[in-house]
C-alpha cells in the first residue's frame, strides 16, 4: 500500500513538473518569436550597429539552446531577469502588482461561491421545475457571455450612464465592485452547474432516502448530508478557478485600467519585453501547478478512496 502511495504521488508530482517545463518552454519559445525587442527600444531608424551591441548586451547573439538553459536557470533559482521596458527586477515588478490582481480575484471568487452554490442548489432540490430551468439558463448564460463585453456594458451602465460606480482604476471598495463583479459571472456559473449536477446525484443516494424516513428535517437533509457528500467536486472546480482567474485576470484588468499582473503582461506584450513576459507565464505556471498540488492534497485528505 505505501509503495503504491509513494508511485502515484510520484507520478503526480512528475506530471506537474512535465506541465510546468512545457509551461515555462512555450513561454520562452513564443517571447523569441514575437521579434526583435531592439527595434522596439532604439526604435527603427537605429543604425545596424547599435543593435548589434544591444544584442551583445542583452545576450540575445547567443544561440537559443544556451539562452533557454540560462532561462531554466534563472526560474529554477528564483532569477526571473530583469525587464527591458522598465528597467527593474521582474520578480520585484511581479510582487509589486500582485496584491491587486489578488484583490480581485478573491472577491470575484467571494461573490462566485455566494450566488453559484445557492443557485446550483435551488436547481437540485427543484429539479425538474421552473425554478431548475431559470438556475441553469441562468448558469448557461454565465457561461456564454463574453466577459470584456460584459465589463464594458457594465460600466456604460452604471459608470457613464447612472453614474454610481468609478469606470476604472483602483482605490476604494467602490473601484473594486464593478471589476469583482465581471470577474465573478463564468466561475459563479460554472460552479452553479456542477454543484447542480453532484447535489442531484447526492440527492438520489439511498442514504438521503433514510434520512428522510428517519424524519431529519428538508434543510438539514439538503446541507448537512446531501451537500456534504457533493462537495469535492466543487471544492476541487473553486480551487482550480481561482488559478484559472489569477492566471486569465487580463481582459478583466485591461478593460477597467486594473493595476494587476494582467494590465503589466499587456504593456510588457506591447513593448516586446520577453523576460517579463516570460516571467509572468512562468509564475501563472507555477501558482497552478502549485494549486493543481494543493487539489490532490485535500482529495487525499478529505477522501480515504484516493490515498
Known sequence: MRATTLRRVGSRVGALFASLLIALTLAFALGRLSGDPTATILGPMAPQEQRDALRHELGLDRSLIVQYLDYLKGVFTGDLGTSLQFYQPN????FDRLPYTLQLVAAGMALALLIGIPLGVLAATREGTWWDRGASTLALLGQSVPVFWL???????????LGWLPAGQSGSLRHLI???VTMSLYPMAHIARLTRA???EALG????????????SRTRVVWRHAFKNAMMPILTIVVLQTGILLSGAVAVEYVYSWPGLGQLALQAIQFRDFPLVQAIVGFGALVFVFLNLLVDVIHSVVDPRVR
Open 198 to 200: 453532484s447535489m442531484s
Open 205 to 216: 443516494e439511498p442514504f438521503i432516502d433514510s434520512a428522510r424516513a428517519r424524519g431529519i
Open 178 to 180: 464593478l471589476p469583482a
Open 91 to 94: 520578480s520585484t515588478m511581479i
Open 151 to 161: 465589463g464594458m456594458m457594465l460600466v456604460v451602465l452604471f459608470a457613464v450612464k
